[in-house]
């Protein structure tokens, strides 16, 4: 029977007493659960914990309580310490996984109270060895002014491990534009491509577009290489052959005082990208690659603009230089060589003296050749003096480089007897609010000075002696305490007796020694190289080249072993055949690497000529999980040419295989071109070229990306001496992995001028 309750007082009180009763409960509970206040821990804390061999680190430590304290580093060393906590410096001398120890005592009783692991790793070079695999051009034959893909593979030697650092050093690449004889006839701008650390000691394969010259015309040789961000060279590809069709080809009218060779294309060009949304762009484009020369009996004045293949960019050269009248060159035509003379050769006065961009000379120590925006000027005397003076940007700045500026003055005596002693000075600096870091600790400046003999020591035999001394320092407030000073030298001697040239070279370059520029410009290197050749019949030859190089900073190794053969029948099949086995050698890494480069070609009385070149290498590191890489490159190119007539057509191909990358790119290109609108011997007629270029790209057995491009030039010839004409371009490119199509559309003018 329930209880009746009489008020709302009388029910409330058990309620109340029995809430009561639970909530001191949970209180009791509590209590007896309550942990004890933490003591605060001890701590032993290295900065940084990654250091490289040499390198401070500091360690951080505290106590708590108790004491004397000491540190066991890892490494043997033990430390006392003053106090419960403060900060300790220690270096660390060898590599390695370092287990550091915080102990209250001497650390024998292990009385540990703090434990830290430092990883020290081996010091990298700043300049790494390198090897490029593989090269190919994309869309041969060309129609000058027209634009072209450099595809190629390449594999830089880091120190891939756990115990070794890698520079975030970006890798710059220079292509040379050649003559089929390898004189130089254009060098690019720098293009800046992934960094060292980037590339892993992996294979990596990547492109770069090219444009070609508009003036040029006929056969030439591209050559890449590689260089790191302080000029020093990295890696030089093997010259892969081109054939371009030049524009309307004006005669030169050699009565006239004023004389123009070259062209000049200008219009606008618009690009339209669409995938989600549709953005399009337009830009106005002038390549200017013509000479201007006005000529006198003994000197010519001439203003040059020549267009950057790879920089697109637009230079004017303003030159005036001691010379007799002659038919004026355009800027890109084969036979000649950007590099002004780096000794002097007596006879009369001359001199060449340079207002824009120019190659200027510098010592074989440095690389032999500057690119140079600024005045050049050069001047040498009938009793043997030479002097040579330039100073402006060695490097101008975009959002991967930084500006530089360089200076350059040489003294030069030759005698007689073709020695020549030459006294050279080359300064360069970082421009500081324009840096851009490339592994360097900062903007820097630096300066070379150089002493180089060249001359026959005995009949038959020549050499050449330098030595260099260079001093460098970072551009910052800590600079007095940055600054390096480094030496390099290199002996040569070559050997020539009927059709047998030995050679041998000896070089020395310290780690801190300031490179200048060029492909043989050198840092951090000292070792040896070898060469042998011989003709073994009127039309065919066999060269041989030896190679060892080492590092002063850090244990690194290079050799390579190649071997050349070529015959140039008269009115037969050319071939050139060359095989290499290379090996580079670093901390955590031994990549070994065998290239087959391989050419057939000919030329026949009619002005056809054939040409089938390639490459096969394959390239593994031992020390490395799953990292054989295969490269083969193959461009076939078959060109006819009778006065305006031309055919031509090509087929290009490069494969990439690895154990991350899998690409296969294939293109065709077609060429046509024919006169008409004209009669027999008339100097005013029309002329139309057309070019058809399809491409396919495979990258990791995704969906191919597919390429078109299409050109037409129709010029009217107003006389011997002018074309003028219109260029249509119409490009398409289609990705389906990203879904994306890419349209470009030109329309330009295009002058040519032989006058």
């Known amino acids: 029977m329930k209880r009746r309750y009489e008020s709302t007082e009388e029910y409330a009180r058990p309620v109340r007493a029995y809430v009561w009763r639970h909530i001191l409960l949970a209180a009791v509970v509590a209590v007896a659960n309550k942990p004890a206040s933490a003591a605060a821990a001890a701590f032993l804390t290295p900065t940084p914990t990654d250091p490289i061999v040499g390198q401070t680190v500091s360690f951080a430590y505290d106590g708590v309580e108790g004491g004397p304290f000491f540190i066991a580093f890892g490494d043997g060393t033990v430390q006392a310490v003053s106090g419960i906590s403060g900060t300790v410096p220690h270096v660390y001398s060898s590599i390695g996984f370092k287990d550091a120890e915080l102990c209250n005592g001497d650390c024998m009783r292990r009385d540990i109270v703090a434990t830290a692991l430092v990883t020290v790793r081996a010091p990298a070079p700043a300049v790494p060895f390198g090897s490029v695999l593989g090269t190919s051009v994309v869309g041969g034959p060309f129609i000058a002014g027209g634009n072209a893909q450099i595809d190629f593979s390449y594999r830089v030697a880091t120190q891939f491990s756990s115990l070794a650092s890698t520079p975030q050093t970006d890798i710059q690449v220079i292509v040379d534009l050649e003559d089929t004889h390898g004189h130089l006839v254009r060098r690019s701008d720098p293009f800046v491509i992934e960094s060292v650390e980037s590339a892993g000691g992996f294979a990596v394969q990547t492109s770069i577009p090219y444009t070609i010259p508009a003036d040029a015309k006929g056969a030439y040789r591209l050559q890449v290489y590689l260089r790191a961000g302080n000029g020093a060279a990295i890696a030089a590809g093997q010259p892969t052959p081109v054939f371009i069709f030049g524009g309307p080809d004006p005669t030169q009218n050699a009565q006239t005082a004023v004389h123009a060779n070259g062209t000049i294309i200008a219009g606008p060009t618009t690009t339209t990208s669409r995938a989600t949304s549709s953005t399009s762009t337009t830009s106005t484009q002038v390549q200017s690659d013509l000479t201007t020369a006005l000529e006198w009996p003994d000197k010519t004045l001439a203003l040059t603009g020549i267009y950057d293949p790879v920089s697109k960019r637009t230079d004017g050269i303003l030159s005036l230089s ?69 100073a402006g940007f060695t490097q101008l700045g975009t959002f991967a480089t930084s500006s530089q500026r360089g200076d350059a003055f040489d003294i030069a005596h030759a005698w007689a007897n073709n020695d020549t002693l030459r006294a050279s000075f080359f300064s360069q600096s970082d421009d500081v609010a324009q840096f851009i870091p490339n592994g360097s600790a900062g903007p820097t400046a630096s300066s070379d000075v150089v002493l180089e003999f060249t001359g026959p020591l005995a009949s038959n035999l020549n050499a050449l002696v330098s030595a260099g001394r260079s001093q460098s320092h970072l551009l910052t407030a800590a600079a007095n305490s ?270 040519n001028l032989n006058v």
């Not at 065919?540 to 190649?562: E, G, I, P």
């Not at 031509?648 to 690895?658: L, P």
């Not at 990791?700 to 107003?718: E, G, I």
């Open 482 to 751: 940055t600054s390096s000073a480094d030496s390099a030298d290199r002996v040569g001697l070559q050997y020539a007796l009927g059709s047998v040239t030995l050679g041998t070279d000896y070089h020395n370059y310290g780690a801190d020694f300031a490179a200048g520029d060029g492909p043989g410009a050198m840092s951090d290197v000292v070792g040896s190289s070898a060469t042998a050749s011989a003709n073994l019949s009127p039309t065919a030859s066999l060269s041989l080249a030896w190679l060892r190089d080492d590092k002063h900073s850090v244990f690194s190794h290079h050799t390579n072993d190649t071997a050349t053969f070529s015959a140039q029948p008269l009115g037969g099949f050319g071939l050139f055949v060359s095989a290499s086995h290379d090996r580079m050698l670093v901390a955590g890494s031994a990549i070994t690497t065998d290239l087959l480069s391989y050419g057939f070609n000919r030329t026949w009385q009619n002005g056809s000529t054939f040409s089938l070149n390639g490459t096969a290498a394959g390239s593994l590191d031992v020390l490395k999980f799953d990292s054989a890489t295969n490269v083969r490159t193959t461009n076939l190119v078959f060109t006819q040419q009778r006065g305006a007539q031309l055919f031509g057509g090509g087929i290009s191909a490069n494969v990439v295989t690895g154990p991350v990358t899998r690409n296969s790119t294939v293109s065709e290109n077609l060429n046509y071109g024919f006169a008409f609108g004209g009669r027999l011997g008339d100097t005013r007629f029309n002329e139309l070229q057309l070019q058809a270029l399809g491409g396919t790209s495979v990258s990791n057995d995704a969906q191919p990306s597919r390429t078109s491009l299409y050109t037409v030039l129709l010029s009217r010839h107003l006389s011997a001496q002018e074309a003028l004409g219109l260029r249509f371009e119409s490009g398409r490119t289609i990705d389906p992995l990203s879904d994306q199509l890419v349209t470009t559309s030109a329309i330009r003018l295009q002058l």
């Open 322 to 390: 001691s010379a007799t009248p002659s038919p004026v060159a355009a800027p890109d035509a084969v036979g000649q060589d950007e590099t002004s003379p780096s000794a002097p050769q007596g006879g009369q006065p001359q001199y060449d003296d340079v207002v824009g961009r120019t190659l200027t000379s510098l010592p074989q120590l440095l690389g032999s050749g500057e690119i140079l925006r600024g005045l050049d000027l050069s001047y040498k005397y009938a009793d043997g003096w030479a002097y040579h003076g330039a």
